[in-house]
């Protein structure tokens, strides 16, 4: 197994969180965020990578233990087709992408993502809070479906399984579902913490 955590880069992260933080400390904020995921997927998995456009984030990654790619192409799915591509020549089993903003991720949210893809192939999808993202995504062999994340991601990434004739497993896990984008995120995380 790999894990893939796509990432932007600090600068470019947690712009939607400017209206009630300022540019410094959204990209603290992003760091901890990135840097907690990358600790929890370590604890789940030794195969770890981010792929990103910004090498400023390979002390934050190596810390961790995890690699860093250097996206080539523009966007988040042209970057984690480039992971694919990478982990179909390395021989990997199955492929999970997890976002690097899940401030209570934990291992078994993982395992039971994983649990979730079908032995003989297929996918899991872990939805956000609104049923629309997609915040974890779990699939063998790693090109079972072609990557939807974006506007809809959920319904996009379910529907790509139906067309591949794969089955597709949801897991609802509140360590998968919360992720923390908005103002109205993290009003909840600083709120409720690990129960947000």
């Known amino acids: 197994m790999r894990i893939i955590v796509p990432h932007r880069g600090l600068a470019a992260a947690k712009t939607r969180l400017a209206p009630v933080l300022e540019a410094g400390e959204r990209e603290a904020l992003a760091r901890t965020l990135l840097a907690r995921v990358l600790s929890v997927a370590r604890e789940a998995c030794d195969d770890v990578e981010v792929i990103t456009p910004s090498e400023d984030l390979r002390p934050i990654v190596e810390e961790a233990g995890a690699r860093l790619a250097v996206q080539r192409g523009m966007g988040l799915n042209a970057g984690l087709e480039q992971a694919r ?88 896990r509140p360590g998968l579902a919360f992720d923390l984008d908005t103002p109205a995120d993290l009003a909840r995380w600083l709120e409720l913490g690990d129960a947000a």
């Open 85 to 172: 591509a990478e982990a179909l020549r390395d021989g990997v089993d199955v492929l999970t992408v997890l976002h690097g903003d899940l401030p209570n991720l934990a291992a078994p949210d993982i395992t039971a993502l994983v649990a979730g893809v079908a032995r003989d192939g297929g996918v899991a999808i872990a939805p956000d809070r609104a049923g629309a993202g997609t915040n974890g995504l779990a699939q063998s062999p790693p090109d079972a479906i072609a990557f939807a994340f974006g506007p809809d991601s959920f319904a996009r990434h379910s529907a790509a399984a139906v067309e591949a004739g794969v089955p597709a497993a949801v897991i609802d």
